[in-house]
């Protein structure tokens, strides 16, 4: 699928790091220097990136494994979803989990990107809905 992208960054258009990956390595733009992320704060990094996705795809911004396991960084509103219709710059809110403190540099890989197609819904009003051997069992209803 081609996606038509501009790209205001210093940086390469976002690359799969294996010929089998699904997601794209998103990287901070950051041409006025690193942003410092104090345990538990939180902070909106840009990437110089704009798409225009086809109606029928979402793009989901999600955390990298690497970051999360190695320095507790994750994303608040993960998966962030970028919408069809939406041609602003993707951003990436960054969240430090861990006591230590980490300091996002200009280029770094901090995010990945996943495109996915997606259906669009129309409510079916019902007065019930079909049984099923779960239920209405929730969190943790199916065992350990």
Do not use: C
């Not at 795809?57 to 507790?72: D, I, T």
């Not at 993960?78 to 006591?99: F, H, K, M, Q």
């Not at 079916?124 to 049984?131: E, N, T």
């Amino acid at each position: 699928m081609l996606v038509p992208v501009v790209n205001h960054s210093r940086h390469p258009l976002p690359e799969y790091q294996t010929a089998h990956a699904a997601g794209l390595d998103l990287r901070a733009d950051l041409p006025d220097g690193p942003i410092t992320l104090h345990s538990l704060e939180r902070a909106l990094i840009p990437t110089g990136l704009s798409i225009a996705l086809p109606v029928g795809y979402e793009a989901q911004v999600r955390p990298r494994s690497g970051l999360a396991l190695k320095h507790g960084i994750g994303i608040v509103n993960s998966p962030g979803t970028i919408d069809a219709d939406y041609r602003g710059e993707i951003r990436v809110l960054l969240v430090n989990l861990s006591t230590e403190v980490f300091v996002v540099n200009d280029g770094e890989r901090i995010a990945q990107l996943v495109v996915t197609r997606h259906e669009t819904i129309a409510w079916q009003p019902v007065a019930a809905l079909g049984i099923t051997e779960r239920g209405a069992g929730g969190y943790g209803s199916t065992g350990r």
